[in-house]
């Protein structure tokens, strides 16, 4: 079936298994992309499913949000959701330049389905690479294989990160079909909270999770707690975030007589408030997308440190905006953090670095051209 041409003002739907109040870097990054397109005069409505105690209908920061019932049952639930889904769509969709869907799953593939009827494109935006990536962990699920060959023929692409486009060519997706859309961050955002007061410690920002690698953080503070050379006080590491690694973390952080050094400060909801303070920003992570937590920390001028997995080999130059760990084990990461906690005009000269970078490049408004540059060049039969 083929629809008419779409208005220029015609609305973006956005498709996901969870918004907020479900805070992680999915939603952050669809929330943004959101508000951009709004700021633009285009409307948008995002449609995901109904958790206990929310309302049907919502906006949150002023963009609709539509959620369709999920029955905690299993198996009831994403079929209930995703019929409601389909017939949502097929209402809907026609009227639309299009839908952004999140991921690769069940509903994802409903979307697919629906937009090849009606004649409307669905772009599907891919966020993990490596050991987590979208469709090698979709096949592991029930009916995954299914899911993930009604998936490959979306329209377009989003990837977030040169990782994430390189293996879906390789997984023969053909280029001209993706599109490299990095996550993208609110500047104005960033300045509203700028605090004018010196910079203190090392923060890290994200799940208590095992692709965060935080035992080795940890391992990497110890040894450099152990050999203070050029320390003019003792530094403090606060990580922030929740996740099932957080009991096991905290006793060793006790056991290991870290406990004036290192603070677990649970989840926190105003992260440029964090990141405001701060001196320098850390990333441990063996898995990542493009981080959210590394683009603000950068986009508030601070130092970062990060091991150079996907996003964050691409954003950061070594040496120039930000420091990569080159090498294994605990003795690299410490020898980076080392340097952004003595060295004042390093730690100086990579944040205003970063900044800029972010400012160029990494921008919400940069990742919702992206976005309708593939809903633009998206064609369905």
Same mark, same amino acid.
């Given at each position: 079936?083929?629809?008419?041409?779409?208005?220029?003002? %015609?609305? &973006?739907?956005? !498709?996901?298994?969870?918004?907020?109040?479900?805070?992680?870097?999915?939603?952050?990054?669809?929330?943004?992309?959101?508000? /951009?397109?709004?700021?633009?005069?285009?409307?948008?409505?995002?449609?995901?499913?109904?958790?206990?105690?929310?309302?049907?209908?919502?906006?949150?920061?002023? !963009?609709?949000?539509?959620?369709?019932?999920?029955?905690?049952?299993?198996?009831?639930?994403?079929?209930?959701?995703?019929?409601?889904?389909?017939?949502?769509?097929?209402?809907?969709?026609?009227?639309?330049?299009?839908?952004?869907?999140?991921?690769?799953?069940? $509903?994802?593939?409903?979307?697919?389905?629906?937009?090849?009827?009606?004649?409307?494109?669905?772009?599907?935006?891919?966020?993990?690479?490596?050991?987590?990536?979208?469709?090698?962990?979709?096949?592991?699920?029930?009916?995954?294989?299914?899911?993930?060959?009604?998936?490959?023929?979306?329209?377009?692409?989003?990837?977030?990160?040169?990782?994430?486009?390189?293996?879906? &060519?390789?997984?023969?997706?053909?280029?001209?079909?993706?599109?490299?859309?990095?996550?993208?961050?609110?500047?104005?955002?960033?300045?509203? !909270?700028?605090?004018?007061?010196?910079? #203190?410690?090392?923060?890290? @920002?994200?799940?208590?999770?095992? #692709?965060?690698?935080?035992?080795?953080?940890?391992?990497?503070?110890?040894?450099?707690?152990?050999?203070?050379?050029?320390?003019?006080?003792?530094?403090?590491?606060?990580?922030?975030? /929740?996740?099932?690694?957080?009991?096991? @973390?905290?006793?060793?952080?006790?056991? /290991?007589?870290?406990?004036?050094?290192?603070?677990?400060?649970?989840?926190?909801?105003?992260?440029?408030?964090?990141?405001?303070? %701060?001196?320098?920003? &850390?990333?441990?992570?063996?898995?990542?997308?493009?981080?959210?937590?590394?683009?603000?920390?950068?986009?508030?001028?601070?130092?970062? !440190?990060?091991?150079?997995?996907?996003? %964050?080999?691409?954003?950061?130059?070594?040496?120039?905006?930000?420091?990569?760990?080159?090498?294994?084990?605990?003795?690299?990461?410490?020898?980076?953090?080392?340097?952004?906690?003595?060295? +004042?005009?390093?730690?100086?000269?990579?944040?205003?670095?970063?900044?800029?970078?972010?400012?160029?490049? $990494?921008?919400?408004?940069?990742?919702? +051209?992206?976005?309708?540059?593939?809903?633009?060049?998206?064609?369905?039969?």
């Amino acid at each position: 079936m083929r629809a008419s041409p779409c208005r220029p003002r %015609a609305p &973006v739907l956005i !498709v996901a298994f969870g918004f907020h109040p479900l805070v992680g870097g999915t939603e952050v990054a669809l929330l943004r992309v959101a508000r /951009e397109l709004r700021s633009r005069g285009i409307p948008v409505l995002v449609l995901t499913r109904r958790l206990r105690g929310l309302p049907a209908s919502d906006r949150v920061e002023g !963009v609709p949000v539509r959620r369709l019932p999920f029955p905690t049952v299993a198996f009831l639930g994403p079929l209930l959701f995703n019929l409601a889904l389909a017939w949502t769509l097929l209402r809907l969709l026609p009227r639309c330049r299009g839908a952004i869907a999140s991921s690769v799953s069940h $509903y994802v593939a409903t979307a697919v389905v629906v937009g090849r009827v009606v004649g409307r494109p669905v772009v599907v935006r891919l966020q993990s690479s490596g050991a987590g990536a979208d469709f090698p962990r979709a096949r592991r699920e029930p009916l995954g294989g299914v899911v993930a060959r009604i998936v490959r023929g979306a329209d377009r692409f989003l990837a977030t990160t040169t990782t994430i486009r390189r293996e879906l &060519v390789e997984a023969g997706i053909p280029v001209d079909r993706i599109v490299l859309a990095p996550n993208g961050v609110d500047l104005e955002a960033v300045d509203r !909270v700028a605090t004018g007061r010196p910079r #203190q410690g090392v923060v890290a @920002l994200g799940r208590l999770v095992w #692709q965060k690698d935080l035992d080795r953080l940890l391992d990497a503070w110890g040894l450099l707690l152990r050999d203070a050379d050029g320390l003019t006080e003792t530094p403090t590491l606060e990580i922030y975030g /929740e996740g099932p690694e957080r009991a096991r @973390l905290a006793a060793r952080i006790r056991e /290991e007589g870290l406990a004036d050094t290192v603070f677990l400060r649970g989840f926190h909801d105003r992260p440029h408030e964090v990141l405001a303070r %701060a001196r320098a920003f &850390v990333s441990s992570s063996v898995v990542e997308g493009m981080a959210n937590a590394l683009l603000e920390a950068m986009a508030h001028g601070l130092a970062v !440190v990060s091991t150079p997995v996907s996003g %964050a080999a691409d954003v950061i130059v070594d040496g120039d905006n930000g420091l990569l760990v080159d090498g294994e084990g605990p003795a690299p990461l410490a020898a980076q953090l080392r340097r952004v906690l003595v060295d +004042d005009a390093l730690t100086e000269r990579l944040g205003r670095a970063a900044r800029d970078t972010i400012a160029e490049r $990494y921008t919400a408004g940069s990742m919702a +051209d992206r976005y309708l540059e593939a809903l633009a060049s998206a064609r369905a039969p």
